[in-house]
């Protein structure tokens, strides 16, 4: 597995009404948690970290480590490559690529779609390639 943040695939991004400084990154059109959301008594939204899906929905907050069965069902799904970590000092997300149908020392390329957020969320996106070789 590779974990990799949607922010390193960025060379110059910019809005006509969001500093650059400002600037939001995850993966393929994802949101982090917006609205304020408490899941087992944790706050959760853009300026917490937090596990998130494809709709935007929190699925857990991201503690240091997972201390019940939400925040480890969700670190597993995490992972496994299912969701992306919001981390908001990093002002992106992370996502990881697993192994699956990679050959040992074969190469695979992978199309990444980043996303870039404004203030209003409004958002662009671009398209990159990841060549994943598995060693072994």
Same mark, same amino acid.
């Given at each position: 597995? /590779?974990?990799? %943040?949607?922010? @390193? $695939?960025?060379?110059?991004?910019? @809005?006509?009404?969001?500093?650059?400084?400002?600037?939001? =990154?995850? $993966?393929? @059109?994802?949101?982090?948690?917006?609205?304020?959301?408490?899941?087992?008594?944790?706050? /959760?939204?853009?300026?917490?970290?937090? #596990?998130?899906?494809?709709?935007?929905?929190?699925? *857990? *907050? #991201?503690?240091?480590? *997972? +201390?019940?069965?939400?925040?480890?069902?969700?670190?597993?799904? #995490?992972?496994?490559?299912?969701?992306?970590?919001?981390?908001?000092?990093?002002?992106?997300? *992370? !996502?990881?690529?697993?192994?699956? @149908? &990679?050959?040992?020392? /074969? !190469?695979? +390329?992978?199309?990444?779609? /980043? +996303?870039? %957020?404004?203030?209003? $969320?409004?958002?662009? =996106?671009? %398209? +990159?390639?990841?060549?994943? &070789?598995?060693?072994?």
């Amino acid at each position: 597995m /590779v974990e990799l %943040w949607a922010i @390193d $695939f960025m060379n110059k991004s910019y @809005d006509n009404c969001t500093d650059e400084s400002d600037l939001l =990154y995850t $993966f393929d @059109d994802w949101a982090p948690r917006i609205a304020d959301t408490v899941i087992q008594t944790r706050l /959760v939204n853009v300026d917490k970290a937090h #596990y998130f899906n494809s709709k935007g929905q929190a699925v *857990a *907050a #991201y503690p240091a480590r *997972a +201390t019940n069965s939400v925040e480890k069902a969700a670190e597993a799904s #995490y992972l496994a490559g299912n969701l992306q970590l919001w981390i908001p000092e990093n002002r992106s997300s *992370a !996502k990881v690529w697993v192994s699956g @149908d &990679i050959a040992p020392g /074969v !190469k695979k +390329t992978v199309d990444v779609h /980043v +996303t870039v %957020w404004d203030k209003k $969320f409004n958002h662009d =996106y671009c %398209w +990159t390639t990841l060549d994943l &070789i598995l060693n072994g």
